[in-house]
């Protein structure tokens, strides 16, 4: 370029302008394929990522009005490609692409928003066949959530006209592609569920791409849908298209006309079942009065003369009083003569006559204790004089009064039985029948000698 031909000084600014300049007119338009990284989506509503490959990173922006476009939401890791155009940022100083445009490698990114909304959902339940309700028989009041001008509404008029004319139908036109279609389907079905007085809805429209099928697979129809307290059937496209609406929905129909095949029954299949029902009916009463009639007559049979009856009746009650009379009379009978058995018994056995008997056999009782007392004193007086002579014989007192004495050695006063106990100047205690003396040893001989000791009184 001329401009870096001859010298000239620039500020960081400038060049820094200058290069963004030609970034964005070489660059305005550029596709890109990469892997995301560093995915951040502030409260501003931008979203901020790295678009990276082996080898190099570029940053990325996508500012708020081009991301709430997407259909799906991007994620860390996700492989990508990209629309947009390089700049520079040049508070950094580093190029960045602006992207407009995103799409998932491999899937499409309505697809692959359709998988992520089916994910989120099954996850929080509300596919789950708990919530399913059962779709009535016979609607009364229908009603319908599609285009006016569509092929969905025709068809389902057609059907219901050919198969029951009865029924009331509220129509609640919307769009049913289109930017806000989804909110105008969503709003719709709220309104239904405020009329009140209807049986069930069918939600629906014709074939189409999946672009046109698109608001039937936005979260704000899915969760209409689920907090409706009338029953929706949804009806979208044809039978190869599936929806979100299809899953959350109480049943799918394959087509707008199945669907209006499945709310109502045909009236001829309605009036065969009424005749053929009317018809069991007849036959059933048939038979059950034949057999009523049968059962009557032999009742009829079975029924006797009362009078013959009343009078078997009299007999028995006859004979029953007889026997009632003749076993009265001998239960009389034996309670009498058990009375008298007991009043004999009973004089037998009068207080006095039993307290006689005690007061004689008391005074024989005492007679035989006096006795019995003077013999046992005899025995112990003759017992206790016995015991005396023995205790007097064996008695010490008795051997003192014979003429012999205890020895006992003092100061101990231990009773002396040996000579060899004794020795010169030993002092002793001599104890006689009557009284004692005190001595000294003076000369303790052998037990063959006979001991010799001149007491004296100290």
């Not at 689920?226 to 029953?231: I, T």
């Not at 009317?278 to 009742?299: G, K, P």
């Not at 013959?308 to 009746?313: C, S």
Request: with cysteine; net charge positive; aromatic share 4%.
């Amino acid at each position: 370029m001329q401009l870096f031909k001859e010298r000239r000084v620039l500020t960081v600014s400038a060049l820094t302008a200058l290069v963004r300049g030609l970034l964005e007119e070489n660059f305005e338009q550029v596709w890109v394929e990469g892997e995301i990284s560093n995915l951040a989506c502030p409260q501003s509503g931008h979203c901020y990522f790295t678009l990276k490959d082996a080898g190099a990173q570029i940053r990325c922006v996508m500012f708020r009005g081009a991301f709430r476009s997407l259909k799906f939401t991007p994620r860390d890791g996700m492989r990508i490609l990209t629309r947009g155009r390089l700049t520079l940022f040049e508070p950094r100083g580093e190029y960045q692409l602006v992207a407009d445009y995103l799409e998932p490698q491999g899937i499409g990114g309505l697809q692959m928003a359709f998988i992520q909304l089916k994910e989120k959902l099954a996850k929080e339940g509300l596919f789950s066949e708990l919530h399913k309700r059962e779709i009535p028989k016979l609607p009364r009041r229908i009603g319908v959530v599609t285009s006016p001008t569509g092929a969905a509404i025709r068809d389902i008029l057609t059907v219901l006209n050919r198969r029951f004319t009865n029924v009331e139908l509220l129509i609640s036109p919307v769009r049913v592609q289109g930017e806000g279609a989804a909110r105008e389907i969503a709003d719709a079905i709220d309104d239904l569920n405020r009329v009140g007085n209807l049986d069930v809805m069918i939600v629906g429209r014709g074939g189409g791409s999946l672009e046109d099928l698109w608001a039937f697979n936005e979260e704000v129809v899915a969760r209409a849908i689920h907090r409706s307290k009338v029953p929706v059937i949804s009806a979208v496209g044809h039978e190869i298209d599936f929806t979100i609406a299809d899953f959350v929905a109480d049943l799918r129909a394959a087509t707008p006309s199945a669907a209006a095949e499945i709310v109502v029954a045909s009236k001829k299949e309605l009036t065969a079942e009424v005749e053929a029902l009317t018809h069991r009916l007849h036959v059933s009463q048939q038979r059950r009065l034949e057999r009523s009639r049968a059962l009557v007559t032999a009742l009829s049979r079975a029924i006797t003369d009362p009078s013959r009856v009343l009078g078997h009746l009299a007999q028995r009650v006859d004979s029953l009083d007889a026997r009632l009379t003749r076993e009265a009379g001998l239960i009389l009978d034996d309670a009498s003569e058990r009375i008298v058995t007991l009043t004999a018994r009973l004089s037998r056995q009068t207080p006095a006559l039993t307290l006689k008997r005690w007061e004689e056999r008391l005074a024989t009782l005492s007679l035989r204790l006096d006795h019995a007392m003077t013999r046992r004193l005899a025995l112990a007086a003759e017992s206790v004089g016995l015991a005396t002579g023995t205790l007097n014989a064996v008695s010490p007192l008795g051997t003192l009064s014979r003429g012999y004495s205890i020895t006992r050695k003092l100061p101990a006063r231990s009773v002396v039985t040996s000579s060899r106990q004794l020795a010169p100047g030993d002092r002793v205690e001599l104890s006689f029948a009557a009284g004692s003396a005190l001595c000294t040893v003076e000369q303790a001989h052998k037990e063959s000698d006979s001991l010799t000791a001149s007491p004296r009184s100290v």
